[in-house]
């Protein structure tokens, strides 16, 4: 099934654990068709279930988490410090929770409606970290637990019918304080995008 963009990405491409599904979503498009915006996936970071003490996961299901427990290519999307929506791909089989964060995206569609969302007039700082990504392609916890490969849905992912070769690299996760030994955040390597604070790590 095809957006205007490219080929939406099938379910079973997030079947697998998050730490293998992570890289392989750098340079896919994320879409709001609603709102006509799209960025290219540029960072991400993935976080496992009940044996990763960075994740939501780690304690069992709660009703916050609950989206992160769902079936796999579904949108977990989380509130933090008290004002910030981030936005997560589900993995794995359901009832298995993983997921990957989705840190920064390069925006490619509707500029000026991102910055309008943004309130800035700056194209770097639009989508250069998960929380203002979200606000940018307006994701809220009215989207948490939707389908992100149904072509009726708003938000979907897709290929990048005009990707071309990159570098990727990867290190440590970001913003933790458990499990900060695991590689587990991947990007587009010299990528204008990704997070401040990725920059600085």
């Given at each position: ?118 309130n ?9 970290g ?22 009726n ?11 071309s070769?990159?570098?990727?690299s ?7 304080s ?5 590689e ?15 920059v600085?790590?």
């Open positions: 099934m095809k957006s205007s963009l490219g080929q939406i990405i099938p379910q079973d491409f997030y079947y697998d654990p998050p730490w293998v599904v992570a890289p392989k979503l750098l340079g896919k498009i994320l879409v709001n068709k609603k709102l006509g915006v799209s960025g290219k996936i540029v960072e991400v970071e993935a976080y496992g279930g009940v044996d990763d003490p960075a994740s939501h996961a780690y304690k069992g299901k709660t009703f916050r988490n609950a989206s992160m427990f769902g079936p796999p290519g579904h949108l977990y999307v989380y509130f933090t410090y008290g004002m910030h929506w981030c936005s997560n791909v589900v993995c794995l089989e359901q009832g298995i929770p993983g997921a990957v964060l989705i840190r920064a995206l390069a925006p490619l569609e509707g500029l000026e409606i991102m910055r309008q969302r943004r800035i007039a700056i194209g770097k700082n639009l989508c250069n998960p929380a203002k990504l979200s606000q940018a392609m307006g994701i809220t916890k009215d989207l948490d637990g939707n389908s992100l490969f149904n072509s849905q708003d938000l979907v992912i897709v290929q990048n019918e005009n990707l070769f990159f570098e990727i990867q290190g440590r996760r970001i913003g933790i458990k499990a900060k030994e695991l587990w955040r991947w990007w587009i390597t010299e990528e204008p995008n990704i997070s401040k604070t990725a600085k790590n």
